[in-house]
C-alpha cells in the first residue's frame, strides 16, 4: 500500500472524527497490530457470515476480506457515507457488501441468517446509550451458537454489559495503539444458570 492512499485514509479519518466524535470515537485510525489481534480471537478461516459494524477507513473491512473463505459473505456498516464510498472504491470483492446504514438495523440485511463472526468497533461508551444497548442486544441475537462477537474499544467500561449478555467474554490489551485498545472476544449468550 503506497503512503499516499494511507494519508488518505487517514485524512477521512479525521475529517469524520472532528464532524461526528461520538460516532468515530477515536483520535487516530486503529494499529494494524490491533486489528489482527482481535481477528486473532476468532476463527476467520471457517466463518460463512461475518458482519462489521463501524466499517471506518476499511483496515478491519481488508483483514477479514484476506481471512475469509472463498464462498464467505461479509456485510460492513457504515453510517458516514464519505468513508464508505472511499473503501468501496478500494476493496472490490464480490464477497463484500457495503451498507450505508446504521448497524442497529443489521437484521435487515441478514436476510433471516446468523452471524459466525461480528466484528465491532463502534466506540461503545460514547454512543447513546439506547443505541449501544440496541446494537449489544442484537449482536447477542444475531449471533450464530458457535460464533464470536470481537469488540475493540478505548475503554474497559463495556466489560460489564458484555458479560450480561454472553456466557463467555476473552480479554486482551493492545498497548502498541493509540490509544492502547482493549480488545473483547464474547461467545455463546448468557443463560439464567450461567452456561
Do not use: K
Not at 464467505?72 to 472511499?86: M, N, S, T
Not at 449478555?165 to 476473552?170: D, I, L, S, Y
Request: charged residues 25%; aromatic residues 6%.
Amino acid at each position: 500500500m503506497g503512503a499516499g492512499l494511507d494519508l488518505t485514509r487517514r485524512a477521512l479519518f479525521v475529517r469524520a472524527m472532528i464532524s461526528s466524535p461520538r460516532q468515530v470515537g477515536a483520535v487516530w485510525p486503529t494499529s494494524r497490530r490491533a486489528v489482527r489481534g482481535l481477528l486473532d480471537m476468532a476463527d476467520l478461516g471457517g466463518a460463512r457470515t461475518v458482519l462489521e459494524f463501524g466499517v471506518g477507513t476499511g483496515v478491519y473491512t481488508a483483514e477479514i476480506l484476506h481471512r475469509v473463505p472463498p464462498d464467505a459473505r461479509v456485510l460492513g456498516f457504515e453510517v458516514d457515507g464519505r468513508l464508505l464510498r472511499a473503501v468501496a472504491a478500494r476493496l472490490r470483492d464480490p464477497r463484500l457488501t457495503l451498507v450505508n446504514d446504521s448497524a442497529e438495523h443489521a437484521e435487515r440485511y441478514l436476510r433471516g441468517g446468523a452471524a459466525d463472526v461480528i466484528v465491532s468497533s463502534l466506540p461503545f461508551t460514547t454512543l447513546p446509550a439506547a443505541t449501544r444497548e440496541a446494537i449489544l442486544d442484537l449482536s447477542c441475537r444475531l449471533l450464530d451458537p458457535g460464533g464470536s462477537f470481537l469488540v475493540l474499544q478505548y475503554s474497559p467500561a463495556v466489560l460489564g454489559e458484555l458479560q450480561r449478555r454472553f456466557g463467555r467474554v476473552r480479554r486482551r490489551l493492545c498497548l502498541p495503539n493509540l490509544p492502547p485498545a482493549f480488545l473483547f472476544a464474547c461467545e455463546g449468550p448468557r443463560t439464567e444458570g450461567g452456561w
